[in-house]
């Protein structure tokens, strides 16, 4: 039971352009969520997270939209950087019981210069 | 730089053998969780502890044990290792909602190879 899911394991964008990053989550107790992005041979690095509460977070070039009726939240990245391939997850977690991640597969980002 | 440090960074061993990965938390951190990532499961939560005592556990085998000591590091015990536990090993820790702040911050991990 995949509780948190990423459908695109893959996505190429062109450098300058926006990439937009989708998850999907089912678990209706999940009210804070994360996206963390991975380099190969490293750990995840958090980037931005959302609060139940809000329904957009920005900060500098990404921005992490959440929509609670679809269970459903995006990353925006605006411009895309080279800097930026790299595979992104999404998490989610219940921070009103056990504060664990259940984070989803992954997303592979190509930035095309 | 993340602040939380694992050791070592791999590890070749046998399978049957026992090995402890060691993590150490950002400063002022008193949660430290462990995940398994490998290939075919993504990135799997294990364990929580929280100030020295046992908060959340995950889908640990009963073959792992883990431990939070009064200096707030944490090591994960892993005994009777099979070709299957072979994987990514990564510690995280948060402040777990002081100043309204749930995120967690990850180690470089432990590649484990279990031959």
């Known amino acids: 039971d995949q509780q948190v899911k990423q459908n695109s394991p893959s996505l190429s964008v062109q450098e300058g352009r926006i990439s937009i990053l989708n998850c999907d989550y089912t678990n209706s107790m999940f009210d804070y969520f994360l996206w963390y992005k991975k380099y190969p041979a490293e750990g995840p690095t958090f980037l931005i997270s959302?609060?139940?509460?809000?329904d957009k977070n920005e900060d500098g070039r990404f921005t992490v939209f959440l929509n609670k009726s679809a269970k459903h939240l995006s990353l925006h990245i605006v411009p895309s950087q080279p800097g930026d391939s790299a595979v992104y997850f999404c998490a989610a977690s219940d921070i009103q019981g056990a504060q664990k991640l259940v984070f989803g597969q992954g997303t592979r980002l190509t930035i095309n210069p | 730089d993340s602040g939380v440090t694992q050791t070592p960074k791999h590890l070749i061993t046998a399978t049957g053998q026992r090995v402890t990965l060691r993590c150490s938390p950002r400063?002022?951190?008193?949660?430290v969780y462990w995940y398994q990532q490998s290939l075919d499961q993504g990135l799997q939560f294990l364990i929580q502890?929280?100030?020295?005592?046992?908060?959340a556990k995950g889908n640990i085998l009963e073959r792992f044990s883990a431990q939070q000591f009064p200096d707030l590091h944490s090591e994960l015990n892993l005994s009777s290792l099979e070709l299957g536990d072979s994987a990514l090993y990564f510690c995280?820790?948060?402040?777990?909602?002081?100043?309204?702040?749930?995120?967690?911050?990850f180690g470089p991990g432990t590649r484990l190879t279990v031959t």
């Open positions: 400063s002022g951190d008193l949660s």
């Open positions: 995280a820790s948060s402040v777990d909602g002081a100043g309204g702040q749930y995120e967690q911050y």
């Open positions: 502890y929280y100030n020295g005592e046992e908060r």
């Open positions: 959302i609060s139940s509460i809000k």
